[in-house]
């Protein structure tokens, strides 16, 4: 015996198309009338959900419930309605949904019962057609695929009862004979096996990933938005890694960069700089004057005093300012340097040698105020002297030259 064939007819995707398609020309064909959608219970039951779901047109729903009977698949060509519709249909335009027309038997049946009732129209839309195996004339108004010989189910289709729930279609070639009949329960075998065969072709199928050509939802929800994201910034991170980890001077200067603008990745880093470490002692100097003393030995002396101030807010020590002397092409004429807390009276000017002029200013712990300790805000005078200059002086500068940090 040749084997059962099994495999995916139909999958969702394209039935959503087809169906679509469907829903489209029969709301076109429709419009301004009273629709009447029945579905043959129970293989339209799916089919008809999504249809009139996708009809841009209202209409009422109904359902009928037909049973042939005679044995086997070869229908004896009776056909009894188990359960009705429950509105009227007269006047008014009929769409039957059937799942297949195979020998035609059930829809002519179904038509003609129906074209007495005097409804305005009565059409057929039928989701799939057998055209090979009929046993009476008849043409579907409405066609979604038209299919071979071969059993399906799935999308609503049993076979005994079995797989409506598949959302795609299947087919299973080489059926024996009996393939409409009702099996019993305790003689489930065969179905049993079929039942594993199929959900064995969903697994293949829909288990890997973005095989199929026309999987195109399963492909989707693998690049559905988030996972996108969630892989670029994989990847992202990935190659940056890879790049720090080659140029790893480049990682250190954007660090650098970040933290100028945000201080807390320092803080994450914990490379902050301390405080203290890059505090430099702050002095102000005020009450500055310049004038000139006359010495015995060297002449005119010029003299620079003022006040220095601790404006840093720690204690500081050994305080130096610097004097400059600059000509008329501001190229620097004369630098001297003194520690604060040093100052000569005008009489010592006048006869003190430079060397001994130069000495007294430069006692780094103040002989006539400390500079061992300056407390925030604290003061001390300074003096600055230049003995000797060229003859074009232009401008005179002092500054805060130096100081010490004490620490507590
Ligand atoms: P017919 O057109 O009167 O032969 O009957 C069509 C009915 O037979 C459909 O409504 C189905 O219920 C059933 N049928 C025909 N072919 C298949 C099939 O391949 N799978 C499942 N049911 C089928
Ligand atoms: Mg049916």
Redesign the pocket.
């Known amino acids: 015996m040749e084997p059962m064939k099994r495999e995916i007819l139909f999958t969702k995707e394209v039935i959503e198309k087809k169906v679509w398609e469907l829903a489209e020309t029969i709301s076109r064909d429709y419009q301004g009338g009273e629709l009447i959608v029945i579905g043959?219970l129970k293989?339209?039951f799916v089919f008809m959900a999504d249809l009139i779901r996708s009809l841009s047109i209202s209409c009422l729903i109904d359902f009928v419930k037909?049973a042939?009977y005679g044995a086997g698949?070869v229908?004896s060509g009776k056909?009894m309605m188990t359960k009705d519709i429950e509105i009227s249909i007269e006047g008014k335009d009929v769409l039957i949904l059937?799942?297949?027309?195979?020998?035609?038997?059930?829809?002519s049946?179904l038509v003609n019962l129906f074209r007495e009732r005097n409804p305005r129209s009565v059409k057929v839309c039928a989701l799939?057609d057998?055209r090979q195996?009929r046993?009476v004339p008849?043409e579907a108004d409405y066609v979604g695929f038209t299919i071979e010989d071969?059993?399906?189910?799935g999308y609503g289709?049993?076979?005994n009862e079995e797989f409506r729930y598949l959302p795609e279609i299947y087919i299973i070639e080489n059926m024996t004979e009996e393939?409409?009949t009702f099996i019993p329960f305790e003689e489930r075998e065969d179905l049993d096996d079929l039942q594993r065969d199929v959900e064995q072709i969903r697994d293949q199928k829909f288990g890997e990933e973005g095989e199929e050509g026309n999987n195109e939802k399963e492909t989707s929800r693998l690049w559905s938005p988030w996972k996108l994201t969630a892989y670029i910034v994989i990847a992202v991170l990935i190659l940056s890694g890879v790049f720090l980890w080659f140029f790893p001077g480049i990682g250190e200067q954007a660090w650098e960069r970040m933290s100028l603008s945000i201080p807390w990745i320092e803080k994450i880093r914990g490379t902050e700089r301390q405080g203290e470490i890059f505090d430099q002692p702050r002095v102000q100097l005020k009450d500055i004057k310049q004038r000139f003393v006359n010495n015995l030995l060297l002449g005119n002396l010029r003299v620079i005093e003022g006040t220095a101030v601790n404006s840093s807010d720690f204690p500081i020590a050994g305080i130096r300012v610097r004097g400059r002397l600059y000509d008329a092409y501001a190229m620097v004429a004369g630098e001297q340097v003194s520690y604060c807390g040093n100052y000569l009276i005008d009489e010592e000017l006048g006869f003190l040698t430079e060397d001994e002029i130069q000495r007294e200013l430069s006692n780094p712990r103040g002989s006539d105020v400390s500079n061992n300790r300056i407390t925030p805000h604290g003061q001390i005078p300074f003096m600055i002297v230049f003995c000797h200059w060229p003859g074009d002086v232009f401008k005179t500068t002092v500054t805060f030259a130096g100081a010490e940090r004490l620490l507590e």
Do not use: C, H, Y
């Open positions: 043959v293989g339209a037909l042939s698949s229908s056909v059937e799942d297949i027309v195979d020998t035609g038997l059930t829809l049946f799939l057998k195996r046993e008849f071969g059993f399906v189910v289709i049993d076979f393939r409409n």
